[in-house]
């Protein structure tokens, strides 16, 4: 059975205001690149086999820490990308409260596909592909995947067997940790949600 550390990274000055999406030049600020050490700090007591991240700045600034104090390097890997926001990327949150498809990514996030970018449910399947390529590669081990929100929520998701539309009832906060065991064989479990890196807390 391999465990799957979900973290997201930790926050920017647009967290919770921009959809950043996968545009460049987003890193932690001053606060976030101390809960990025913090973080590290609490994962010190796990012996991590690897530590993944996407190859955006925010998170492998998050990622950076945790594998400096797990004295590893971090393997960047493209399917922990953000999801592609295509012409949304960089846009207000405010803004787009008011469009018609905003609608339909908060109600119905199966049926939405970003303009010019890609859909929930392709998100979806390349983050979950991820996991189980990266559970795959790490029988028995536990690994950190430094990724974002949308990601984790759409993983979660599919291993609780749950629809997407309900997608949007997942809270997952900066530099938080969410604990997915894959085994083998066998049900998926999650251990833990959207929670601190203190591993007393979900082991």
């Known amino acids: 059975m391999a465990r ?6 930790a926050p920017t000055s647009e967290t919770g205001r921009v959809l950043s999406g996968r545009l460049p030049g987003k890193s932690l600020t ?12 609490e994962l010190r007591s796990i012996r991590l086999a690897a530590i ?28 922990l990308l953000e999801v592609d926001y295509g012409s949304w990327s ?11 498809l905003w609608r339909v990514v908060i109600r119905t996030p199966s049926r939405a596909s970003f303009p010019g970018g890609e859909s929930i449910a392709e998100a979806q399947h ?14 028995e ?30 809270a997952i906060a900066p530099a938080s940790v969410t604990v997915l065991d894959l ?16 591993p007393s807390t979900w082991q």
């Open 4 to 9: 799957l550390l979900l973290i997201r990274h």
């Open 30 to 41: 001053p606060s976030g690149r101390e809960m990025a050490e913090a973080l590290a700090s």
């Open 52 to 79: 993944y991240s996407s190859p955006l700045e925010r998170a492998m600034e998050t990622a950076t820490p945790i594998a400096a104090a797990q004295r590893k390097e971090v393997v960047v890997h493209e399917g």
């Open 90 to 100: 960089g846009r207000s949150l405010k803004s787009l409260y008011r469009l018609r």
């Open 126 to 139: 390349r983050m979950v592909s991820t996991c189980e390529e990266l559970a795959a590669r790490h029988k």
């Open 141 to 170: 081990k536990t690994i950190a995947l430094v990724t974002h929100a949308d990601p984790i929520k759409g993983a979660v998701s599919h291993f609780l067997g749950q629809p997407l539309d309900l997608f949007n009832r997942i």
């Open 183 to 198: 085994p083998s064989g066998g049900w998926p479990r999650l251990i833990s949600l959207n929670s601190g890196g203190n």
